[in-house]
């Protein structure tokens, strides 16, 4: 059974940082894209950023800079490193795993499976 389980999530204030870890099991990422969405109350899940399987990244213009995305293939695990967090940084966390041989992007299509999320949450 293919399971994503995201964790990590937590209050911080603005300008903290923050780790989100996937643990992955029933399939392996070495071989896979994968990527971590948000969707804050009221909007659409968008793209955060992306890894291929090759360990090309792919990151949406708006966070460059701030966030950074890594894996551990022996651990079968994806990661997020967050910086800078802002308060429009609020969101529930998702990472999701697709077909290794597709560009890493942002189109949800592109990933067949996905985890629970985790909540993070930028606040004073």
């Known amino acids: 059974e293919v399971q994503l389980v995201e964790s990590g999530g937590d209050l911080v204030q603005p300008g903290g940082s923050l780790s989100l870890s996937c643990a992955a099991s029933?399939?392996?990422?070495?071989?896979?894209?994968m990527g971590w969405f948000r969707q804050a109350p009221g909007k659409e899940r968008e793209g955060v950023a992306a890894?291929?399987?090759?360990?090309?990244?792919n990151y949406a213009d708006s966070l460059k800079g701030r966030f950074t995305i890594s894996k551990d293939n022996a651990k079968n695990t994806l990661y997020l490193q967050m910086n800078s967090l802002k308060p429009d940084d609020t969101a529930m966390y998702y990472c999701a795993a697709g077909d290794g041989r597709l560009w890493p992007g942002f189109s949800t299509w592109q990933y067949n499976y996905w985890g629970q999320g985790t909540q993070v949450t930028v606040s004073s």
């Open positions: 029933g399939f392996t990422i070495s071989t896979s894209s």
């Open positions: 890894i291929a399987s090759s360990g090309l990244t």
